[in-house]
């Protein structure tokens, strides 16, 4: 059984750019959500997609968008990234509707100077 | 809207000194509270899912318990390999598509 893979695991990206962060769910799971983690914070959530569309997306701008594919495989872009923007993006994976816990991946560390 | 608590930020304990995290949370109405562990550098690693006040649950030397406005991480006889950051977690019911996450207790366990 894989776990949730993410790419790449390290980026450093220039202020105004866009940037493209991939993952591919845990084999079985349908629900993928994204979440954004700060130096020394909790992970916040980003958003979630579940059959390919938008479930539920927290307090984050526009500019953070997503797309999830008929593989369960999902990308987040963000547009025009700012310094505040540099974090750990982490991707996790889940079963629609169960009692299970959410398998997160590794993570990709961004940084924007 | 949904607030989690940790205490304390921190923990430094000497290998073998037992100690309890505490996560304190506010939800309309509670469909899950999660515990993870983090490593450095690393994503969260699952370790327990509790769903109703006075469930317990046990994984080595962790245990956790939940109450209507609080859950417990304890930690028994830890270990150097027990050095992490530990998060807890909950879901609402009323918007169960996500995580709401607390800031974490970095846990430091000497030999």
């Known amino acids: 059984e894989t776990g949730v893979t993410q790419s790449p695991t390290h980026l450093i990206k220039t202020r105004g750019q866009q940037v493209t962060l991939r993952c591919s769910s845990q084999s079985g799971h349908n629900t993928v959500s994204w979440y954004q983690q700060a130096l020394g914070q909790g992970p916040q959530f980003i958003f979630q997609y579940y059959r390919e569309e938008e479930n539920g997306r927290g307090n984050f701008p526009p500019r953070f968008s997503g797309l999830q594919f008929p593989n369960y495989s999902s990308e987040l872009n963000v547009n025009a990234l700012e310094l505040d923007d540099s974090a750990l993006y982490l991707c996790a994976s889940s079963i629609s509707g169960s009692n299970y816990g959410y398998t997160f991946g590794s993570g990709t560390r961004l940084t924007v100077v | 809207e949904d607030q989690v608590t940790q205490s304390p930020e921190a923990l430094r304990l000497q290998e073998g000194e037992s100690s309890s995290l505490n996560c304190s949370y506010t939800v309309s109405g509670l469909r899950g509270l999660f515990w993870y562990r983090q490593d450095p550098g690393k994503g969260p690693e699952f370790l327990f899912t509790?769903?109703?006040a006075g469930e317990e649950k046990e994984k080595e030397r962790l245990k956790a318990t939940l109450t209507k406005k609080e859950s417990f991480l304890h930690i028994t006889a830890p270990k150097p390999e027990d050095s992490a950051t530990y998060l807890c977690a909950v879901q609402d019911l009323s918007n169960d598509y996500k995580l709401s996450f607390g800031a974490g207790t970095t846990v430091t366990v000497r030999a």
């Open positions: 509790l769903y109703s």
